[in-house]
């Protein structure tokens, strides 16, 4: 039982454009999420990070949303880079579980078009 | 530099061996975790450390995977008579505390013939 989905497994946006990647979740007790950026043979790299007590975090050209009664997050980079092209994970943690790790979805292959 | 440093960076080893796998924190970082990825699927959770001990083992996905911490720094992630199932990139991550975000190594990518 997948309890965070990326269901897209890629997308493909043009240098400049807004890039969104959409991450759902079926737990309601997770309450941060974070995302990560990979690219081939490296480890991921935080990005950015939410906790449910907001709805919106921006750190430069990154922008989380989230729709908690919807169990929805998305992630926003305005304007695209040609840098960006890697691979986005989404991730949610329950801060109150104890020992647990994150929770990761399968990810999204963003694909930056010059 | 002062990231986490996992090795090796790749092993290929024959299946029934025993393989050691090493993560060197992030210096300060109390929190250890082990995650490992599987060709086409997410990061799987398998294990974390708060200092020296691992509250909860039940992440680990048999009794041939084991790992330890010494001294609230480096960790090692010991598979025992390895199968080609257990073929994945094996990632490390540390944080300065559980609810903070996870900082990763370029992971050991183990391959069992």
């Known amino acids: 039982d997948q309890q965070v989905k990326q269901n897209s497994p890629s997308l493909s946006v043009q240098e400049g454009r807004i890039s969104i990647l959409n991450c759902d979740y079926t737990n309601s007790m997770f309450d941060y999420f974070l995302w990560y950026k990979k690219y081939p043979a490296e480890g991921p790299t935080f990005l950015i990070s939410i906790s449910s007590i907001k709805d919106k975090n921006e750190d430069g050209r990154f922008t989380v949303f989230l729709n908690k009664s919807a169990k929805h997050l998305s992630l926003h980079i305005v304007p695209s880079q040609p840098g960006d092209s890697a691979v986005y994970f989404c991730?949610?943690?329950?801060?109150?579980?104890?020992?647990?790790?994150?929770?990761f979805g399968k990810g999204t292959h963003l694909i930056i078009q010059p | 530099g002062a990231g986490v440093s996992q090795s090796p960076s790749n092993k290929v080893t024959e299946k029934g061996k025993d393989v050691e796998l090493r993560c060197d924190p992030i210096?300060?970082?109390?929190?250890l975790y082990w995650y490992r990825q599987s060709l086409g699927q997410g990061l799987e959770f398998l294990i974390y450390f708060q200092g020296n001990s691992a509250p909860d083992k039940s992440g680990l996905p048999s009794d041939r995977f084991s790992a330890e911490r010494t001294g609230g720094s480096v960790s090692t992630l010991t598979i025992q008579r390895t199968q080609q199932e257990d073929s994945a990139v094996y990632l490390c991550?540390?944080?300065?505390?559980?609810?903070?975000?996870?900082?990763f190594g370029d992971g050991t990518r183990l391959s069992i013939l």
């Open positions: 210096s300060g970082h109390t929190a």
């Open positions: 991550a540390s944080s300065t505390s559980p609810n903070q975000p996870q900082h």
């Open positions: 991730a949610a943690l329950n801060s109150g579980g104890g020992a647990d790790g994150l929770t």
